[in-house]
């Protein structure tokens, strides 16, 4: 569904069919009748669809022989180092995922469903296709992941849905997981190996963007009441390609009977992990009480943790949270040479950007200004002036 959405989406057709056509000699056994992408409705929605008839006389291939196949197959291509990369890693996600819910070493393992030429049309076409798209360099984000419901019957037995595989390669990973609907199976390993290794997380809310181009891609799997469709959208952003925005979680509450040792080293704490911003804001609460706002910002990945640390080290027994889009400027850091009261340091500087990649901020780190006014013996306010002064000058002469 993928592959189609992108063919639907403007990708060249002819070269992803010549490249799926490839893979076959790099799977003894196994032959391509037909590859086709064809326009058909569903529920009322016109989509592409992908058919790919084939005949495989093997019905399991150890992964890294597949692997390696592979490897030689995307070397035959004309496809770009970061193309080839992002199809070994799709079957390199799949190997790993099956070895390790099946106890076995990675080098060992052996694919059941996954090890027929269908597993190579999905990754080589879709690399081919991205290629062709331009959008290797592209961020590319997800809506939560729809996985259905009911059970799977494959080689291993009847199974819940999703099954491990498909739990085991989300796993630790930025993704949201959504079944119901249908009670079938909507998300495969290899989907999901593929949208791992393709988008950056998921998403509850598309972020500011202008649509260029849509694809759909239609799936072969016919549901009573819901259209078997996959959307793949490009789009463009309004802001200067050096900034960007991305998804965090805001998380706050309020504390009334702690002090402000206790809120200190709550914020050291949250400090010392992976937050990306936390403040204390005191203020006046229900009674009349002082009370102090907490508020922190973090990766989806790091809720967990922050709301540990928060719980154990505040004692509050609740807090809120949602989803919020920031706005990231473009920034760097560099080392200037300075030289102080005789004395010669190198200071790390911060400098910000503004969309039109015009400088907005130039600003010295704190803690070498400090280790200046140390050595110096004079005032941090005073080495302060004297680094920034430099420092702009150097700048702006550079």
Do not use: W
Not at 46 to 54: I, V
Not at 168 to 183: N, R, T, Y
Request: glycine share 8%; hydrophobic share 40%.
């Amino acid at each position: 569904m993928l592959l189609a959405s992108l063919v639907d989406a403007g990708a060249n057709e002819t070269r992803i069919i010549d490249a799926i056509l490839a893979c076959q000699n790099f799977l003894k056994g196994s032959k391509i009748e037909s590859v086709r992408f064809s326009k058909t409705i569903t529920h009322g929605f016109s989509a592409m669809a992908f058919s790919l008839d084939y005949t495989d006389h093997t019905r399991q291939r150890r992964g890294m022989d597949m692997y390696r196949s592979l490897a030689a197959c995307c070397d035959s291509l004309d496809l770009e180092q970061r193309a080839k990369v992002f199809a070994l890693e799709c079957l390199k996600t799949v190997i790993v995922a099956e070895a390790f819910i099946h106890g076995e070493d990675a080098n060992h393992v052996y694919l059941d469903e996954t090890s027929s030429v269908d597993t190579f049309a999905d990754l080589v076409g879709c690399a081919a296709a991205l290629q062709d798209l331009n959008l290797f360099e592209s961020r590319i984000l997800s809506t939560k992941v729809a996985v259905g419901g009911g059970t799977v019957t494959f080689s291993h037995g009847t199974v819940p849905n999703p099954t491990s595989a498909v739990l085991e390669i989300f796993k630790g990973k930025h993704f949201v997981l959504a079944g119901g609907q249908v009670s079938e199976e909507i998300t495969t390993p290899t989907g999901a190996a593929i949208l791992v290794n393709l988008a950056s997380e998921s998403i509850n809310h598309y972020p500011t963007f202008t649509p260029l181009k849509i694809g759909y891609g239609a799936g072969q799997k016919i549901f009573g009441h819901l259209p078997n469709i996959l959307r793949f959208i490009i789009g463009g952003s309004s802001l200067a390609s050096e900034a960007y925005s991305d998804t965090s979680c805001l998380i706050e509450t309020t504390v009334d009977d702690i002090s402000g040792e206790i809120i200190g080293n709550l914020i050291e704490q949250l400090s010392a992990g992976a937050v990306k911003d936390v403040i204390a804001i005191p203020g006046i609460g229900k009674k009349n009480r002082p009370t102090h706002l907490i508020r922190i910002i973090c990766d989806h990945a790091n809720l967990n943790n922050v709301l540990t640390t928060l719980f154990r080290e505040a004692g509050t027994i609740g807090a809120r949270f949602q989803e919020i889009q920031r706005l990231v400027l473009p920034r760097g850091i560099v080392t200037v040479p300075v030289n102080i009261s005789g004395y010669d340091f190198n200071v790390r500087v911060k400098i910000s950007r503004g969309l039109n990649a015009e400088a907005l901020g130039v600003k010295p780190e704190f803690d070498d200004v400090k280790d200046i006014a140390s050595t110096t013996g004079i005032s941090v306010k005073r080495a302060m002036e004297l680094v920034s002064a430099q420092i702009t000058y150097k700048i702006n002469v550079g």
